[in-house]
T-cell receptor, first 110, second 112 residues
Framework: GQNIDQPTEMTATEGAIVQINCTYQTSGFNGLFWYQQHAGEAPTFLSYNVLDGLEEKGRFSSFLSRSKGYSYLLLKELQMKDSASYLCAGGSSNDYKLSFGAGTTVTVRA | EAQVTQNPRYLITVTGKKLTVTCSQNMNHEYMSWYRQDPGLGLRQIYYSMNVEVTDKGDVPEGYKVSRKEKRNFPLILESPSPNQTSLYFC???????????FGSGTRLTVV
């Protein structure tokens, strides 16, 4: 595995912004994925970064710094339905092989 | 509908009784993978496959076998299940690279 680290829990208010950080070991790393997983459901793919910089997809953005072994997922204009676990995953072997962090549970409060 | 289908959804079995969890995808994806998910440990990759007859070990392959005889199917075999294999299992497929994996609905396995 790649020792992916991310915070266990975060809480934010509806309409606010939350940033979920993820750090990883850079050895053997290729690309960085973010997934969303609602309780009792399968993970769903959110974003992929292979180059340094910010990728924006609607209310969700993901950032990567390869030299620092650091990524974050930014969730804007939070909605109640965004309450879920967010999983950071590092890809190796051309991204066939993924190592996941334990996930960050985000709770959105009214 | 494009999907990854795994069966069964729930399974309770006894120690040592061989079982197979099936996985099938209808998206013609090259890559398939099996994960297990445990509280506090996140998703851990068991095996992955890059194409028919090409498989490789993930981070936790001990006690599991896989085969990829056809592109669409990637069954997970537990020859002699033990209680420490009680977990939530996900099968996933991907066309490769930046597309990410599409996950099946999961199989909750309990070994007593």
């Amino acid at each position: 595995g790649q020792n992916i680290d991310q915070p266990t829990e975060m809480t934010a208010t509806e309409g606010a912004i939350v940033q979920i950080n993820c750090t990883y070991q850079t050895s053997g790393f290729n690309g960085l994925f973010w997934y969303q997983q609602h309780a009792g459901e399968a993970p769903t793919f959110l974003s992929y970064n292979v180059l340094d910089g910010l990728e924006e997809k609607g209310r969700f953005s993901s950032f990567l710094s390869r030299s620092k072994g650091y990524s974050y997922l930014l969730l804007k204009e939070l909605q109640m339905k965004d309450s879920a676990s967010y999983l950071c995953a590092g890809g190796s072997s051309n991204d066939y092989k993924l190592s996941f962090g334990a996930g960050t549970t985000v709770t959105v409060r009214a | 509908e494009a999907q990854v289908t795994q069966n069964p959804r729930y399974l309770i079995t006894v120690t040592g009784k061989k079982l197979t969890v099936t996985c099938s995808q209808n998206m013609n994806h090259e890559y398939m993978s099996w994960y297990r998910q445990d509280p506090g440990l996140g998703l851990r990759q068991i095996y992955y496959s890059m194409n028919v007859e090409v498989t490789d070990k993930g981070d936790v392959p001990e006690g599991y076998k896989v085969s990829r005889k056809e592109k669409r199917n990637f069954p997970l075999i537990l020859e002699s299940p033990s209680p420490n294999q009680t977990s939530l299992y996900f099968c996933a497929s991907s066309p490769g690279g930046y597309h990410g994996y599409t996950f099946g609905s999961g199989t909750r396995l309990t070994v007593v």
